[in-house]
C-alpha cells in the first residue's frame, strides 16, 4: 500500500466525518452533575458513557464521559423531563429518570452513584474491584495501557516488561513465565509479522498505539493449540463512540522516536477507522568483547579466539490500516479490516580478532590478527486483512461467528563479510555476502457456534483451517581474489519449500458444580500435515501427525472478593520461519549461525493454581503457583566444529548455533502481584516471579543443567493534582540458564512525569530511561563440548523523551439498552 493511497483514504474520513456531524438541539442553561464510584473500592470510575434522552420519547440529546475521579457534568440543557442512562464495561447499566429541567429548577445534583462490577459464568469472570491498570479475569490478565504513564513514548516491549508474569530483555525477547514460545495475536488475530524477528516488530509498534495488552497463561479449548508459553494478545486502539473523533501521539527522544495517529468515524450502526503509527530506534553502538576457548576433539590441542568491536544498528517501522463494523441489523454484524506493516533494521560490525591456534606440525602456536566488518539488513513487510461475521439470537450468549483472516509476509536478510588481515600480510580469505528472500502465506478460515443450556451451562463448539506456505531463497556470493569481483556460490546457496496444513476442531462446556464452582472444560483436535523440499535433498517426507489438547479451568469467587483458580492446559508449538530457514548467516567466519527445517513440534503440559483478593479500599493480591513440562524443547544451540564444510568452502575454528529439540524441559514457579493505594494520591504495584528450571539434553551433547531464576519490578505513580503526576519504575532480571550456560542479569528504571493540557484532551509527558548509567553491562557464559565462551556487551541504554498527545472530534451518544442496577444508590430528591 504507497503513502499516497492511505492519505487519500485519511482525507476521505476527514471529509465523510464533517458531513456526518450534525447540529445538536438549541441550547438551553440546564445542567446535571454526579459522581459515578465503583461500589466496592469507593474510586471513580472514568470513562463511563452518560446518556441523557428525553423522557417522552427516548430520543438521545446530550452525553458525555466520566474524568478520572468519575465526575462528569452535562450543560446546555433545554427544559423538559429527562432520563439519565450510565454505562461502562463490567458493570450493570443504570437509569435515572424523571429528571425536569425548567425556569425554577435549572441545576440538578445526582450525587454519588454506584455501579457494581457485572459478574457470570457464562463469559469473562472479572474479579478486579475496578478498571485499573491490571485487571485479573478467569482465564486472561489485562493490562490497561493508557493507565501506564511510564510507557509514554515507548513501543510495545517497554509496555510487556511492566506486566506480571512476562519477562523482557534488553534486546527485547519476551518470556511468558518463563518460556520464549509464546503465540502473539493483534486484536485477537494471528499475523504473519510475528513469525519473523518478534523483537523488532514489538520494537516498533508504539505503545501510543496500544489500548491494552492481554496474557493468556492456561489457554482454553477455543483458541489454537500453538504456543506453550501461552498466548499475548495486543489490543490496538480503536473507539466505539458515535460520532468522529481521532488522537494523535508524537515523541522525541534521545533513542527512540515515535509517532501514532488514530481516526474513527460512526453514525448509527456503521463504523470505519484508519491508522498509522511509526517507530525509529536511532543509531546505537554496544561495544561487545568476547573470549573463546575451544579444544581439537581429535588432536587434543587448544585454540582461542578473542574478538573486541562496536556493532551500530538502526531500526525502524511502521504500520497503517484501515477497518469497519457493520451492524446489518440487531442480529448480524459484519467487521472487517486491512493493514499493512513495515519492519527495517540495518547493522554495522567492526571487530578486532586474534586467532590463536597451533600450526600445522603443533610445534608452536600461530597468530593471526584480522580486522572483520560485518554489515546487515533485515526487512519485513506484510499485509494482513480479515472478515467477521457475527450473528447473534433472541436467546442470551447463543451466537455464530464466521472468521477469515490472511496474511503475507516478504522477508529478506543481507549479510556482507569482510577480512582484513593484520599478520602474516601473506594470509588472504575471500571475503562473501548472502542474501536470503523469503515469503510467507497464512490462510485461517474458522466458525465457532455458542450455545447456552441454561442459565449457568454453556456449549461451544467450532472447526478452523490453518493454511500456511513459505519459500526461502538464500544465494551467497564469494569473492574472486584474482578478479576482486563477487560470485555467485553454487554449493553455498540453497532453496527451501514448506509447506503446513492444520485442520482443528474443539468441544467446550461452562457450567455451575455444586452452585459454587464456575468450571469451563473443553478438548482440542489438530490434524497437521507437512511437506517440504530442499534445495540439497528434494522432497523431504514428514509423517502427519495429530494433536489433542485438552484443558480446564475451575474457578471459585467468594463474597469477599477473593477468587480461587485452578487450570491445567497442554500446548503445542510447531516451528516458525525464522526457527525453520536454512539460510546461513556468515557474517561472522567464526560464529555462524542457520536455522533448522527438521525440528518436531514442541509438547508442553501445564498446571497453574491462582489466589486473586480486592479489599474494599483498593488494594489487590494476586498469587499464581504453576508447573510446565515442556518435551522436545525448541532453543538455541551452539557446536564446536575444528573445520566446517559449507558447499565448496571449509570454515576453521566455528560456532554453529542453530535450533534444536533438546530433551525436556521442567519449570516450577510463583508469581506473587500486589497493587496498594498509600493514601488517596499514591499508588505502589509490585511484581515478583521465582522459578527453578531443570533442563534434560537428551541425545545432544553436554551436561544436565538446573538453576534458580527471579525478576522482582516496582512501580509508584504519585498523582500532584487533578492533571499533574508521576511515576516510577524499576525493574531487575536475575541471570537464566538455558540449555548450554547462564545469560546475563539486568536492571532498568524509567521515570515519568505528566500534564493534561485543555481540559484533559491533550497532554505532555517526560520520560527518562536508565538516567544515571549510560551503558547496561551483560556478561554471557556459555559452555558446550570442547568450548567455552564469555562474552560481555555494554549497551548503550540511557534515554530521555518528550511526548505530547492530543484528543480531538465530536461525539455523539446513542441509546443504550437500560438495565437497572440493583447497586445503584439513588441520590436525594
Same mark, same amino acid.
Given at each position: 500500500?504507497?503513502?499516497?493511497?492511505?492519505?487519500?483514504?485519511?482525507?476521505?474520513?476527514?471529509?465523510?466525518?464533517?458531513?456526518?456531524?450534525?447540529?445538536?438541539?438549541?441550547?438551553?442553561?440546564?445542567?446535571?452533575?454526579?459522581?459515578i464510584l465503583d461500589s466496592i473500592s469507593g474510586k471513580g470510575i472514568d470513562y463511563a458513557s452518560i446518556s441523557l434522552s428525553r423522557q417522552e420519547d427516548g430520543k438521545t440529546v446530550n452525553g458525555c464521559t466520566t474524568d478520572e475521579k468519575g465526575a462528569f457534568e452535562l450543560t446546555k440543557i433545554t427544559d423538559g423531563?429527562?432520563?439519565?442512562?450510565?454505562?461502562?464495561?463490567?458493570?450493570?447499566?443504570?437509569?435515572?429518570?424523571?429528571?425536569?429541567?425548567?425556569?425554577?429548577?435549572?441545576?440538578?445534583?445526582?450525587?454519588?452513584?454506584?455501579?457494581?462490577?457485572?459478574?457470570?459464568?457464562?463469559?469473562?469472570?472479572?474479579?478486579?474491584?475496578?478498571?485499573?491498570?491490571?485487571?485479573?479475569?478467569?482465564?486472561?490478565?489485562?493490562?490497561?495501557?493508557?493507565?501506564?504513564?511510564?510507557?509514554q513514548g515507548g513501543v510495545a516491549s517497554d509496555v510487556l516488561k511492566k506486566i506480571p508474569q512476562v519477562d523482557v530483555d534488553v534486546d527485547g525477547n519476551v518470556e511468558l513465565q518463563g518460556n520464549s514460545n509464546i503465540r502473539f495475536l493483534i486484536n485477537g488475530k494471528p499475523s504473519s509479522i510475528f513469525g519473523n524477528?518478534?523483537?523488532?516488530?514489538?520494537?516498533?509498534?508504539?505503545?501510543?498505539?496500544?489500548? *491494552?495488552?492481554?496474557?493468556?497463561?492456561?489457554?482454553?479449548?477455543?483458541?489454537?493449540?500453538?504456543?506453550?508459553?501461552?498466548?499475548?494478545?495486543?489490543?490496538?486502539?480503536?473507539?466505539?463512540?458515535?460520532?468522529?473523533?481521532?488522537?494523535?501521539?508524537?515523541?522525541?527522544?534521545?533513542?527512540?522516536?515515535?509517532?501514532?495517529? +488514530?481516526?474513527?468515524?460512526?453514525?448509527?450502526?456503521?463504523?470505519?477507522?484508519?491508522?498509522?503509527?511509526?517507530?525509529?530506534?536511532?543509531?546505537?553502538?554496544?561495544?561487545?568483547?568476547?573470549?573463546?576457548?575451544? $579444544? @581439537?576433539?581429535?588432536?587434543?590441542?587448544?585454540?582461542?579466539?578473542?574478538?573486541?568491536?562496536?556493532?551500530?544498528?538502526?531500526?525502524?517501522?511502521?504500520?497503517?490500516?484501515?477497518?469497519?463494523?457493520?451492524?446489518?441489523?440487531?442480529?448480524?454484524?459484519?467487521?472487517?479490516?486491512?493493514?499493512y506493516n513495515s519492519f527495517n533494521r540495518v547493522n554495522t560490525g567492526i571487530y578486532n580478532r586474534q586467532f590463536i591456534q597451533p600450526n600445522a606440525s603443533g610445534t608452536k602456536d600461530t597468530t593471526i590478527n584480522d580486522v572483520l566488518r560485518t554489515p546487515g539488513i533485515y526487512q519485513n513487510q506484510s499485509v494482513d486483512?480479515?472478515?467477521?461475521?457475527?450473528?447473534?439470537?433472541?436467546?442470551?450468549?447463543?451466537?455464530?461467528?464466521?472468521?477469515?483472516?490472511?496474511?503475507?509476509?516478504? +522477508?529478506?536478510?543481507?549479510?556482507? $563479510?569482510?577480512?582484513?588481515?593484520?599478520?602474516?600480510?601473506?594470509?588472504?580469505?575471500?571475503?562473501?555476502?548472502?542474501?536470503?528472500?523469503?515469503?510467507?502465506?497464512?490462510?485461517?478460515? *474458522?466458525?465457532?457456534?455458542?450455545?447456552?443450556?441454561?442459565?449457568?451451562?454453556?456449549?461451544?463448539?467450532?472447526?478452523?483451517?490453518?493454511?500456511?506456505?513459505?519459500?526461502?531463497?538464500?544465494?551467497?556470493?564469494?569473492?574472486?581474489?584474482?578478479?576482486?569481483?563477487?560470485?555467485?556460490?553454487?554449493?553455498?546457496?540453497?532453496?527451501?519449500?514448506?509447506?503446513?496444513?492444520?485442520?482443528?476442531?474443539?468441544?467446550?462446556?461452562?457450567?455451575?458444580?455444586?452452585?459454587?464452582?464456575?468450571?469451563?472444560?473443553?478438548?482440542?483436535?489438530?490434524?497437521?500435515?507437512?511437506?517440504?523440499?530442499?534445495?540439497?535433498?528434494?522432497?523431504? +517426507?514428514?509423517?502427519?501427525?495429530? *494433536?489433542?489438547?485438552?484443558?480446564?479451568?475451575?474457578?471459585?469467587?467468594?463474597?469477599?472478593?477473593?477468587?480461587?483458580?485452578?487450570?491445567?492446559?497442554?500446548?503445542?508449538?510447531?516451528?516458525?520461519?525464522?526457527?525453520? @530457514?536454512?539460510?546461513?548467516?556468515?557474517?561472522?567466519?567464526?560464529?555462524?549461525?542457520?536455522?533448522?527445517?527438521?525440528?518436531?513440534?514442541?509438547?508442553?503440559?501445564?498446571?497453574?493454581?491462582?489466589?486473586?483478593?480486592?479489599?474494599?479500599?483498593?488494594?489487590?493480591?494476586?498469587?499464581?503457583?504453576?508447573?510446565?513440562?515442556?518435551?522436545?524443547?525448541?532453543?538455541?544451540?551452539?557446536?564446536?566444529?575444528?573445520?566446517?564444510?559449507?558447499?565448496?568452502?571449509?570454515?576453521?575454528?566455528?560456532?554453529?548455533?542453530?535450533?534444536?529439540?533438546?530433551?525436556?524441559?521442567?519449570?516450577?514457579?510463583?508469581?506473587?502481584?500486589?497493587?496498594?493505594?498509600?493514601?488517596?494520591?499514591?499508588?505502589?504495584?509490585?511484581?515478583?516471579?521465582?522459578?527453578?528450571?531443570?533442563?534434560?539434553?537428551?541425545?545432544?551433547?553436554?551436561?544436565?543443567?538446573?538453576?534458580?531464576?527471579?525478576?522482582?519490578?516496582?512501580?509508584?505513580?504519585?498523582?500532584?493534582?487533578?492533571?499533574?503526576?508521576?511515576?516510577?519504575?524499576?525493574?531487575?532480571?536475575?541471570?537464566?540458564?538455558?540449555?548450554?550456560?547462564?545469560?546475563?542479569?539486568?536492571?532498568?528504571?524509567?521515570?515519568?512525569?505528566?500534564?493534561?493540557?485543555?481540559?484533559?484532551?491533550?497532554?505532555?509527558?517526560?520520560?527518562?530511561?536508565?538516567?544515571?548509567?549510560?551503558?547496561?553491562?551483560?556478561?554471557?557464559?556459555?559452555?558446550?563440548?570442547?568450548?567455552?565462551?564469555?562474552?560481555?556487551?555494554?549497551?548503550?541504554?540511557?534515554?530521555?523523551?518528550?511526548?505530547?498527545?492530543?484528543?480531538?472530534?465530536?461525539?455523539?451518544?446513542?441509546?443504550?439498552?437500560?438495565?437497572?442496577?440493583?447497586?445503584?444508590?439513588?441520590?436525594?430528591?
Amino acid at each position: 500500500m504507497s503513502h499516497k493511497l492511505f492519505f487519500i483514504l485519511l482525507a476521505l474520513l476527514l471529509i465523510d466525518g464533517s458531513l456526518w456531524a450534525q447540529k445538536t438541539e438549541s441550547e438551553g442553561t440546564g445542567k446535571i452533575s454526579g459522581i459515578i464510584l465503583d461500589s466496592i473500592s469507593g474510586k471513580g470510575i472514568d470513562y463511563a458513557s452518560i446518556s441523557l434522552s428525553r423522557q417522552e420519547d427516548g430520543k438521545t440529546v446530550n452525553g458525555c464521559t466520566t474524568d478520572e475521579k468519575g465526575a462528569f457534568e452535562l450543560t446546555k440543557i433545554t427544559d423538559g423531563t429527562y432520563k439519565i442512562l450510565i454505562y461502562f464495561m463490567g458493570y450493570g447499566t443504570c437509569t435515572k429518570g424523571n429528571l425536569v429541567i425548567n425556569p425554577k429548577n435549572q441545576t440538578i445534583t445526582l450525587g454519588v452513584i454506584k455501579l457494581s462490577s457485572k459478574l457470570t459464568s457464562l463469559k469473562e469472570v472479572s474479579v478486579s474491584a475496578e478498571k485499573g491498570v491490571i485487571e485479573n479475569k478467569i482465564d486472561k490478565m489485562v493490562y490497561n495501557v493508557e493507565k501506564d504513564l511510564t510507557s509514554q513514548g515507548g513501543v510495545a516491549s517497554d509496555v510487556l516488561k511492566k506486566i506480571p508474569q512476562v519477562d523482557v530483555d534488553v534486546d527485547g525477547n519476551v518470556e511468558l513465565q518463563g518460556n520464549s514460545n509464546i503465540r502473539f495475536l493483534i486484536n485477537g488475530k494471528p499475523s504473519s509479522i510475528f513469525g519473523n524477528n518478534l523483537a523488532d516488530v514489538l520494537a516498533s509498534i508504539p505503545a501510543s498505539q496500544i489500548q *491494552s495488552i492481554e496474557v493468556i497463561t492456561s489457554p482454553g479449548a477455543k483458541y489454537d493449540a500453538e504456543g506453550t508459553g501461552g498466548i499475548i494478545n495486543i489490543i490496538l486502539k480503536k473507539s466505539k463512540a458515535q460520532g468522529f473523533n481521532g488522537n494523535i501521539s508524537l515523541t522525541g527522544g534521545t533513542r527512540l522516536e515515535n509517532m501514532s495517529a +488514530n481516526l474513527t468515524m460512526r453514525k448509527g450502526n456503521f463504523g470505519a477507522h484508519a491508522f498509522f503509527s511509526g517507530n525509529a530506534q536511532l543509531l546505537s553502538s554496544p561495544l561487545i568483547n568476547s573470549n573463546r576457548e575451544s $579444544q @581439537d576433539p581429535v588432536t587434543g590441542q587448544y585454540s582461542s579466539l578473542v574478538q573486541n568491536g562496536t556493532s551500530d544498528f538502526t531500526r525502524n517501522g511502521y504500520q497503517t490500516g484501515i477497518g469497519f463494523d457493520w451492524d446489518l441489523n440487531s442480529k448480524n454484524t459484519l467487521s472487517g479490516s486491512l493493514s499493512y506493516n513495515s519492519f527495517n533494521r540495518v547493522n554495522t560490525g567492526i571487530y578486532n580478532r586474534q586467532f590463536i591456534q597451533p600450526n600445522a606440525s603443533g610445534t608452536k602456536d600461530t597468530t593471526i590478527n584480522d580486522v572483520l566488518r560485518t554489515p546487515g539488513i533485515y526487512q519485513n513487510q506484510s499485509v494482513d486483512w480479515s472478515l467477521d461475521y457475527k450473528k447473534t439470537f433472541e436467546q442470551k450468549d447463543r451466537e455464530f461467528e464466521l472468521l477469515y483472516v490472511s496474511s503475507i509476509g516478504n +522477508n529478506y536478510a543481507y549479510y556482507g $563479510q569482510k577480512q582484513i588481515y593484520l599478520t602474516p600480510e601473506s594470509l588472504l580469505y575471500n571475503s562473501s555476502y548472502g542474501k536470503n528472500k523469503g515469503i510467507d502465506y497464512e490462510t485461517n478460515i *474458522s466458525a465457532d457456534y455458542t450455545q447456552p443450556i441454561s442459565e449457568t451451562a454453556l456449549f461451544e463448539t467450532g472447526v478452523k483451517t490453518v493454511l500456511s506456505h513459505i519459500n526461502s531463497n538464500s544465494d551467497v556470493y564469494l569473492e574472486n581474489l584474482a578478479s576482486d569481483d563477487y560470485e555467485y556460490n553454487l554449493p553455498q546457496s540453497s532453496s527451501l519449500t514448506y509447506n503446513r496444513n492444520v485442520y482443528a476442531a474443539y468441544l467446550s462446556a461452562t457450567f455451575k458444580l455444586l452452585k459454587r464452582f464456575d468450571v469451563k472444560m473443553g478438548c482440542r483436535d489438530e490434524y497437521t500435515q507437512t511437506s517440504a523440499s530442499f534445495s540439497d535433498a528434494g522432497t523431504v +517426507n514428514i509423517s502427519p501427525y495429530n *494433536s489433542v489438547v485438552p484443558s480446564f479451568v475451575i474457578s471459585r469467587t467468594f463474597q469477599t472478593n477473593q477468587t480461587i483458580k485452578l487450570s491445567y492446559s497442554h500446548r503445542i508449538q510447531r516451528p516458525d520461519y525464522g526457527d525453520l @530457514d536454512p539460510f546461513l548467516n556468515a557474517s561472522d567466519p567464526k560464529n555462524i549461525t542457520t536455522g533448522n527445517p527438521d525440528l518436531k513440534p514442541e509438547q508442553s503440559d501445564k498446571i497453574e493454581l491462582g489466589y486473586t483478593k480486592v479489599y474494599e479500599k483498593g488494594p489487590t493480591i494476586n498469587v499464581v503457583l504453576f508447573y510446565r513440562g515442556n518435551k522436545d524443547d525448541i532453543q538455541s544451540f551452539m557446536t564446536y566444529y575444528p573445520t566446517l564444510q559449507i558447499g565448496d568452502s571449509i570454515y576453521k575454528g566455528v560456532t554453529l548455533s542453530t535450533r534444536e529439540n533438546i530433551g525436556r524441559e521442567d519449570n516450577y514457579g510463583a508469581n506473587f502481584y500486589v497493587s496498594v493505594p498509600a493514601g488517596k494520591k499514591i499508588t505502589l504495584r509490585s511484581n515478583v516471579s521465582l522459578f527453578q528450571r531443570y533442563i534434560t539434553l537428551g541425545n545432544l551433547p553436554g551436561q544436565n543443567i538446573s538453576g534458580f531464576n527471579y525478576r522482582i519490578n516496582l512501580n509508584a505513580a504519585y498523582e500532584l493534582n487533578h492533571s499533574m503526576s508521576i511515576e516510577l519504575f524499576g525493574n531487575f532480571n536475575s541471570p537464566r540458564i538455558n540449555a548450554q550456560g547462564t545469560m546475563p542479569a539486568f536492571t532498568t528504571y524509567n521515570f515519568a512525569f505528566r500534564r493534561q493540557l485543555f481540559h484533559k484532551t491533550a497532554s505532555i509527558a517526560l520520560t527518562a530511561t536508565n538516567p544515571f548509567n549510560e551503558y547496561i553491562s551483560q556478561k554471557t557464559v556459555l559452555t558446550g563440548t570442547d568450548f567455552t565462551l564469555i562474552s560481555t556487551r555494554q549497551l548503550p541504554y540511557r534515554s530521555f523523551g518528550i511526548n505530547f498527545t492530543y484528543k480531538f472530534g465530536k461525539m455523539e451518544f446513542k441509546k443504550i439498552k437500560e438495565e437497572e442496577d440493583p447497586n445503584l444508590t439513588t441520590p436525594p430528591n
